[in-house]
Nanobody
């Protein structure tokens, strides 16, 4: 398991930007897939973006393509989610997650952050 510490949530108006950070506590992300997920009130948790520890394999949910960018720092200790052109429907609790390469996002080996609230007002 990996300890994940998130930061960067907050409240913005529609059209604004926020950057979320997810840092590891005590180790690198080498050998892991990283992901950002979100859960809005009354809805199921959904994947937003994923990236491998090497910076490849980037995928986005259709709803955020062209607006959000996932990245990882050179030290492989922090993953970012840059969110631009935010919409009210992006309002949710955002979670960082890490899983070993070769696993799945529904497996028991997934580590989750504590979540950070993002609120976008119209």
């Amino acid at each position: 398991q990996v300890q994940l510490v998130e930061s960067g949530g907050g409240s913005v108006q529609a059209g604004g930007s926020l950057r979320l950070s997810c840092a590891s506590a005590g180790r690198t992300f080498i050998g892991y897939w990283m992901g950002w997920f979100r859960q809005a009130p009354g809805k199921e948790r959904e994947v937003v973006a994923t990236i491998t520890w090497s910076g490849g394999g980037i995928q986005y949910a259709d709803s955020v393509k062209g607006r959000f960018t996932i990245s990882i720092n050179n030290a492989r200790t922090t993953v970012y989610l840059q969110m631009n052109s935010l919409k009210p429907e992006d309002t949710a609790v955002y979670y960082c997650a890490a899983r070993p390469a070769g696993g799945s996002w529904s497996g028991a080996a997934v580590s989750w952050g504590q979540g950070t609230q993002v609120t976008v007002s119209s």
